[in-house]
Each structure stands twice: as C-alpha cells, then as structure tokens.
C-alpha cells in the first residue's frame, strides 16, 4: 500500500504587527485541517529585515505580505518588497493585503502585469488563501 502523502505550504509572512498572526490562528487550523494540508509559517516582522526579505526564493514559497511595514519608521512598504522578490524571482506567488487599502489601491502598487500577486482587503485574506488552496494555486 503507498504512503499518502500530506501537502505541504511553505508562507512566508511578512507583517510589522506581532498581534496579527495569533489572532488568525485559529483560521489558519481550520484551513490546514479542511484542506488535510500542513502551513509551514516563518513570520518576519523586524522592519530593519525588510529591504532584504527576498533572498534565496523557490518558486513553491508563498508570501503574504502587508502594505504597511513602517514598524516606528524603520521599515518599507509592503509593496517595495514585493519589488524586491519579484527582481529575484517572477513566478512564487504572493498575497498582498492591507487594512487601509483596497484591492484595486493595492494592484495600482504594484501594476497590473503580475498574475501570481493576488491583492486583498485583510478581512479577506484567510477567504483567499482558503481559494488559492482549493483551486490548486498553492
């Protein structure tokens, strides 16, 4: 009999707001176990790390990443740093999100010819990474 194997989701998260994360664990559980999938979440919220977060980028890596990463004025926005990965790596996928800003504000950031960033009011992010999941994205 062959070993099932369970899929893993490997997400980088890059948010200056340490709350945040905890405060939609209980979404992300949800997710793995609807799914019958595991998320492997590294959180980077040190905005002295943002201007180099895209080092060694696989293309299987999912970030999430918030606009505002200003963290007391020490950190860029969200959108600078997906210049970033993007100038290392075109094809990962990234989910884009800010409390402040809406969708279409957010696709104006970055432009409208990258398919694999998927921009999102927060309230919705978990809606859409439960989307991307299901339709295979990630």
């Known amino acids: 009999m062959a070993k099932k194997f369970t899929k893993a989701i490997d997400i980088v998260w890059v948010e200056d707001n ?3 994360l905890p405060s939609i664990e209980d979404d992300l559980k949800e997710i793995k176990k609807e799914n019958k999938i595991e ?3 590294t959180e980077e919220n040190d905005s002295t790390k943002f201007i ?3 080092g060694n980028i696989p293309s299987s890596l999912v970030y999430c990443v918030d606009y505002n990463l200003h963290n007391n004025g020490k950190g860029i926005n969200g959108d600078q740093v997906i210049k970033n ?3 290392l790596n075109k094809d990962c996928v990234i989910v ?3 409390i402040n800003l809406v969708q279409e504000e957010l696709r104006k950031l970055i432009g409208n010819n ?3 960033t998927y921009c999102v009011y927060r309230p919705n992010i978990i809606q859409k990474l439960r989307q991307l999941i299901e339709e295979g994205i990630i």
């Open 52 to 54: 180099n977060i895209a």
């Open 114 to 116: 990258d398919p694999n």
């Open 96 to 98: 884009f999100y800010s």
């Open 18 to 20: 340490k709350q945040y």
């Open 85 to 87: 990965i993007r100038a």
């Open 39 to 41: 998320l492997y979440i």
